[in-house]
Structure formats: structure tokens, C-alpha cells
């Protein structure tokens, strides 16, 4: 599986956006970027996917660079809801694969 | 509508001890996907249930084993339980033809083994 690369943790202040990075260099064509995150006691929970182009959803957008070894996590105005793991994943497309998890980033986000 | 409820919540067990967990997929959801997680990494790939069939399986021994129902629901079944078999383990389901190949997961069953 090819792999992802994300800082262990990231901190940012309450109502200000949050850019979380992340490199796959070793990306093929057919993988889909993936982004999920895991707040406290609780399971993980999809946030968005993209291709080659950025996305958005309710939830945040997603940049993708243009030879598409690293995207960006984007959370427009954090809250303190929003602190979680964020786990950056590459899927093969229209493959039924499990998910590949790394250790992700612990966003922390201060009042 | 209901998501994804796994069963029981905490559980002890001992060393050599065998245990089961349950999973109930989301309404809609054809395919169910079990995870370990250990304190402090991610989640790591069990293996995946689809048509009650394992479809695909992570690197874990057989000692792990599963099952899915007519309804669409699963078992986990983990034998001969040993002390690095605690952690949390999650049930995921989706849809494998879905669009997204979004998952949806439980809050997990915690398993602790002395």
C-alpha cells in the first residue's frame, strides 16, 4: 500500500482556520485521497475524499496539489468540537481494500 | 436511523480465554469491516465480511476468525486470548458498490486481557 506522512500533532486556536498536511509521494493514479478522523472514545469518522481536484464538503475542503503527492485538510473556522486524529488515507480506486491507518495528526485546538 | 452498534461495550478476559463480538452494519449496508486498535496507533485491518464471505484479511493469525449473517450482521471471534490482543476493536460497514467507498464506524468494544 502506498504510504502517507503526517505530522504527530498540530495545535491552533479556537475560530481560526486549520491547515493539516499531508505527503504521499509514492501515490498511483488510481488511489483515492481519503481523510477520516477519531475524536476521543469514539470510532472514526469519514471527513472527505478527493481525486485531483478540491473538494468541499460541510464538514472542511480538501486541496490537492497538482502532481497529487500531498493534500491539505482544511477546517475553515475550528472549534473546540473539531479536536480529533486526523488519519490521512489512500484508497485504491473501486477497490473494496481495508483501510490503511497511520498514526495520524492530534489536532489540538486551545480556547 | 440507527448507524453502527457493536456489542458489549467492555469486556475482561483472561489469558487463553476465547471471546466474540458482535456488529450491527448501518441500514442499507452490505459489507462489514472489523479493526484493531491498540492505545496511541490507528486502526489496523482485521479483515472483511461481504456476501457472508471473508473477502479480504489483514495480517492477523487465524487465532482471529469471523462470521457475517443473512442480515448483514457479524461476529468477531478472537481465540487463545493473550495479553496484546487488548485494545479497541471496531466494526466499519459500508456499501461495496457505494459510491464513495465511505465507512461508517461503531464506537468499538474495548477488550482487556490479564
Known amino acids: 500500500d502506498a504510504k502517507t506522512t503526517q505530522p504527530n500533532s498540530m495545535e491552533s486556536n479556537e475560530e481560526e482556520p486549520v491547515h493539516l498536511p499531508c505527503n504521499h509521494s509514492?501515490?498511483?493514479?488510481?488511489?483515492?485521497i481519503h481523510w477520516y478522523r477519531q475524536l476521543p472514545s469514539q470510532g472514526p469518522e469519514y471527513v472527505i475524499h478527493?481525486?485531483?481536484s478540491n473538494v468541499n464538503n460541510r464538514m472542511a475542503s480538501l486541496a490537492i496539489a497538482e502532481d497529487r503527492k500531498s493534500s491539505t485538510l482544511i477546517l475553515h473556522r475550528a472549534t473546540l468540537r473539531d479536536a480529533a486524529v486526523y488519519y490521512c488515507?489512500?484508497?485504491?480506486?473501486?477497490?473494496?481494500?481495508?483501510?490503511?491507518f497511520g498514526k495520524g495528526t492530534h489536532l489540538i485546538i486551545q480556547p | 436511523d440507527a448507524g453502527v452498534t457493536q456489542s458489549p461495550t467492555h469486556l475482561i478476559k483472561t489469558r487463553g480465554q476465547q471471546v466474540t463480538l458482535r456488529c450491527s452494519p448501518k441500514s442499507g449496508h452490505d459489507t462489514v469491516s472489523w479493526y484493531q486498535q491498540a492505545l496511541g496507533q490507528g486502526p489496523q485491518f482485521i479483515f472483511q465480511y461481504y456476501e457472508e464471505e471473508e473477502r479480504q484479511r489483514g495480517n492477523f493469525p487465524d487465532r482471529f476468525s469471523g462470521h457475517q449473517f443473512p442480515n448483514y450482521s457479524s461476529e468477531l471471534n478472537v481465540n487463545a486470548l493473550w495479553l496484546g490482543d487488548s485494545a479497541l476493536y471496531l466494526c466499519a460497514s459500508s456499501q461495496l458498490r457505494g459510491a464513495t467507498g465511505e465507512l461508517f464506524f461503531g464506537e468499538g468494544s474495548r477488550l482487556t486481557v490479564l
Open positions: 478527493g481525486l485531483t
Open positions: 509514492t501515490i498511483s493514479g488510481t488511489d483515492y
Open positions: 488515507i489512500l484508497k485504491r480506486r473501486g477497490g473494496a481494500d481495508g483501510l490503511t
